[in-house]
């Protein structure tokens, strides 16, 4: 079983809509979960984290986490075609693991 | 603009030749991980180091070895490179005891022929 687990989509919604990202992790021992995005060719750039259950908003963005669920996801409001990217879920458990990552592509 | 940065941003090497990557962390980061990040993969976990000890390793053999030095930098060698060594090698720079993520460097791209 994987640490990290991410649908790799590709995940479309038109500009304007909300996408949902969604992750599942393995281990309930993890301590804190991180959003990266990443565009095609670039390095990873961190959005949130959280370690609480619950919400937790950004701007357009909201993170969610149910530790009892082992699940945490990331809604993005307002789409826009620049969040065109592939979206990396993180759980700290003393080192980093990460998803394979989701694709999602903001439709003009 | 990122703190941590890297170098070379690509290069090519022959298979069985050995290379050096290296990472400047940002200032006041003790902790240093580095990546493999193959084509479509997410990043994966090579090694940690704090204060200049490893202290996590991923499922990587030891013909992959690091070193961190006490000006923040750190490197990142392979030996007998094989040709599913290439990919893209991030290092990450962190403040333990914060919780925030690592910050990225912008990688070196490494092709093996």
């Known amino acids: 079983q994987k640490e990290v687990e991410q649908n790799s989509g590709p995940l479309s919604v038109p500009e304007g809509a909300i996408a949902s990202l969604n992750c599942t992790y393995s281990?309930?021992?993890?301590?804190?979960f991180f959003w990266y995005r990443q565009y095609s060719g670039k390095s990873p750039e961190l959005i949130m984290f959280?370690?609480?259950?619950g919400d937790k908003e950004d701007g357009r963005f909201t993170a969610q986490l149910n530790k009892a669920s082992q699940y945490v996801s990331l809604l993005i409001r307002d789409s826009q075609p620049s969040d065109s990217a592939t979206y990396l879920c993180?759980?700290?458990?003393?080192?980093?693991?990460f998803g394979t990552g989701t694709s999602l592509t903001v439709i003009p | 603009e990122t703190g941590v940065t890297q170098s070379p941003t690509h290069l090519i090497k022959t298979r069985g030749q050995q290379v050096t990557l290296r990472c400047s962390s940002q200032?006041?980061?003790?902790?240093v991980s580095w990546y493999q990040q193959a084509l479509g993969q997410g990043p994966q976990f090579i090694f940690q180091?704090?204060?200049?000890?490893?202290?996590g390793r991923g499922n990587f053999p030891p013909r992959f070895s690091g070193l961190q030095f006490p000006n923040y930098s750190s490197e990142l060698n392979v030996n007998a490179l094989e040709l599913d060594d290439s990919a893209l090698y991030l290092c990450?720079?962190?403040?333990?005891?914060?919780?925030?993520?690592?910050?990225f460097g912008s990688g070196t791209r490494l092709t093996v022929v």
């Open positions: 990450a720079s962190r403040l333990v005891g914060a919780n925030y993520g690592y910050t």
């Open positions: 281990d309930r021992g993890s301590q804190s």
């Open positions: 959280i370690y609480s259950n």
């Open positions: 993180a759980v700290n458990r003393g080192q980093f693991y």
């Open positions: 200032s006041g980061h003790n902790t």
């Open positions: 180091y704090y204060r200049e000890e490893e202290n």
